[in-house]
């Protein structure tokens, strides 16, 4: 059974940073494509980076060169770190493994950006 368990959400003001981190169980991290998407109030839920087996990430256009994902295989834990928060970075954010076409979701965090 897959277990993805967020953490770090919260409430910064524009300009600062924090850093989220998604705890699997049950996927082995390394092995698979890990990413993190978010979901704003009255939008759809959109991705913002991904990390693949092969270490290759990939990002939004909107947090290029703010935001980085890494892994830690031997936690089995993904991170993503926050820098140069904007209010438009309010969102829900969450943590999503792919194994064979499946999908699995974390319950989200909440992150919220004041100006």
């Known amino acids: 059974q897959v277990q993805l368990v967020e953490s770090g959400g919260g409430l910064v003001q524009a300009g600062g940073s924090l850093r989220l981190a998604c705890a699997a169980s049950?996927?082995?991290?390394?092995?698979?494509?890990m990413g993190w998407y978010r979901q704003a109030p009255g939008k759809q839920r959109e991705p913002v980076a991904t990390?693949?087996?092969?270490?290759?990430?990939n990002y939004a256009d909107s947090v290029k060169g703010r935001f980085t994902i890494s892994r830690d295989n031997a936690k089995n834990t993904v991170y993503l770190q926050m820098n140069s928060l904007k209010p438009d970075d309010t969102a829900v954010y969450y943590c999503?493994?792919?194994?064979?076409?499946?999908?699995?979701w974390g319950q989200g965090t909440q992150v919220t950006v004041s100006s």
């Open positions: 999503a493994a792919r194994r064979n076409c499946v999908d699995y």
């Open positions: 049950g996927i082995i991290i390394g092995f698979n494509t």
């Open positions: 990390i693949n087996f092969g270490a290759i990430t």
